[in-house]
């Protein structure tokens, strides 16, 4: 049996684990829990951890440009800009903070929830951050200004996911409640909610959309991912694997060619199953 250290992990040279990493960044002092490579520059790379910070790093030395605090609790979603010049880190203490990439300066504190917030997206041509919330509330808010555009309230349950879709037009998102909503992003309003009979039977974790398709795959904790047509509001698929785990997570291919007849899904069945689905 491996020996164990304090903190519960299993001593590397007791492990029987293959590493192909080429770099190990290890600043934080509690766990990770969100990454993001800038999307303009990859080589920086933002993460967020349980030691209440975010943290601004190159990938190619691993040295730090940028502490991010601030936060009274732990930093549980991090995201970039659509230009990489911004980031946001969204915390257990309900708070969204946007700062200047290129500085490490706090640009804005947004706001609002009521609770935890869950994960925070950017919008893929502006300056808007979206963000979910344990009240069952999503924001949305103008990064630069702080101002709250809308208020989105519709879920039973915490908001575990969302994003926008590719073309930035509508945003979709999932709950604990085994629903996912789709919403305009301009007036507030829900043009949609999938749920009941066929849909998932248990808490939406993920929601990824295809980048130039109006189609979206969402998972559950039930096991089984749902492929889904927002316009149409059509359940298009459903997914699943022989003896899948607790949940599933996933990622679409981005292909430019793909259409509704066609497209490729990487999806991941925790704890052990990795597929990759061609759907319908």
Known sequence: ??????????????????????????????????????????????????????????????????TLSGHQDSVVSVDFSFDGKYAATGGYDGVVKVWEVATGNLVQNLEGPSQEVEWVCWHKKGNVVLAGSSDGTVWMWLATTGECMHVFAGHED???????????????????????????????ECNHVFRGHGFHEGPVTFITC???????????????ARLIQVQTKRVLAALSHDGAGVGVIGTVNDVSSA?????????????????????P
């Open 158 to 188: 915490g908001v575990t996911c969302g994003t926008f879709t590719g073309s930035g037009k509508l945003i979709v998102t999932g709950s604990s409640d085994t629903t996912v909503r789709v919403w305009n992003p301009k007036t507030g």
């Open 1 to 66: 049996m491996e020996d164990v250290d304090d903190d519960g992990r299993i001593l590397a040279e007791d492990a029987d684990v293959r590493d192909d990493a080429d770099m190990v960044f290890n600043k934080h002092s509690g766990p990770v829990y969100s990454i993001k490579v800038n999307p303009v520059d990859p080589r920086i790379v933002i993460t967020g951890g349980g030691d209440d910070v975010g943290v601004i790093w190159n990938r190619e030395d691993g040295n730090v440009l940028y």
């Open 259 to 279: 259409t509704e007849n066609s497209v490729e899904w990487l999806l991941g069945w925790v704890p052990a199953h990795l597929g990759s689905s061609d759907v």
């Open 210 to 224: 295809h980048p130039s398709q109006p189609l979206a795959i969402c998972g559950s904790q039930d096991g089984t």
